[in-house]
Structures are given as C-alpha cells and as structure tokens.
C-alpha cells in the first residue's frame, strides 16, 4: 500500500531527450548552392583572363624578338638598317590594315605617325625610313631611329590588342 504513494510521489517515469539525428552534407543549403556557382564563375573567368593576357604577351615577345633580329642583322650598315625597319614596320602593319603595305612615301610616313601617335616619321628620325633605301650613304641617329621603331611597335601592338 504503500508502494502506490511512493511513486506517485517521484512522478511519471519520463524518458531523456530525444536529440535529432546531425544534419546530412547532402544536398547542401542553397547558400552552398550560390557560393559553388559564384566559385565555378570567377575560375571561368580568371582561367579566360589569364589566358588572353598569357597570349597577348606571348605575342608582345615574339614581335620584339624579330624586330630584335632585324636590328642586329642590319646594325652595321644605315641604309640597310633604315630598309630593314621600313620592311618590318610594313609587316607589321598589314597585320591590321592589308593595303598599308603598298603606301609610298610620305603618305607611308603619315600611316606610321597616324598608328603611332607621333609626328616623328614625317618631322623628325622616323622620315630615314622614306629616304635612306634612295641615298648612298645616309647620315642619321641609328640609336634614335630604333627608339622610335619600338615605341611605334608597342603602340601598334597595344592598339591591336585593344581591338582584339
């Protein structure tokens, strides 16, 4: 008899806690779900990016190493030299406009300042380019000249890549 008080006494007999079972990683939430998009994107993109730039200097460095071979096989002498930047300077232009190959004197000048914002193919060293394959012995800044050559060229190559 007395059993039965006692235990009313303790209470009902209650069972602990139950704890739910821990999240499952799949599928995971749709923050995941925009966080690997957002991911998968941005290395498209980057892999595109480095891509072109890895191509376009590659293509800075092989232009600069032939105007590099065309220096050093005509340093020596000036008017060959003078020949040899016309003829480079010619390739590298038909490479974005075909007809500027077959300009002539001071209109092949003119392109040149004209593509490499310069006045100094028609004004300063650059007017050898039109006159040395015609004189003898012509008398100029060797060193000027391929300064000039080059800075065209960079501009060149910087203007077709920005149309690229």
């Not at 000249?145 to 800075?151: G, K, M």
Request: hydrophobic share 45%; charged share 20%.
């Amino acid at each position: 008899m007395n059993a039965a008080p006692a235990a009313a006494a303790q209470g009902p007999v209650l069972r602990d806690i139950h704890v739910p079972p821990p999240p499952s990683w799949w599928p995971p939430a749709p923050g995941w779900w925009l966080l690997a998009i957002a991911a998968v994107a941005l290395s498209i993109y980057a892999f595109l990016y480095f891509r072109r730039h890895y191509r376009r200097r590659r293509y800075r460095r092989a232009v600069l190493a032939e105007l590099d071979r065309c220096i050093a096989a005509a340093r020596s002498e000036p008017t060959e030299l003078a020949t040899s930047l016309s003829r480079f300077l010619r390739r590298i232009a038909r490479l974005s406009q075909p007809d500027a190959g077959a300009l002539l004197g001071d209109r092949w000048l003119e392109h040149l300042d004209r593509t490499a914002e310069t006045t100094d193919f028609t004004q300063g060293v650059g007017r050898v380019l039109a006159e040395a394959p015609y004189r003898p012995a012509p008398d100029y800044d060797t060193a000027a000249l391929i300064a000039l050559v080059r800075r065209a060229v960079n501009v060149t190559i910087d203007t077709q890549a920005q149309h690229a």
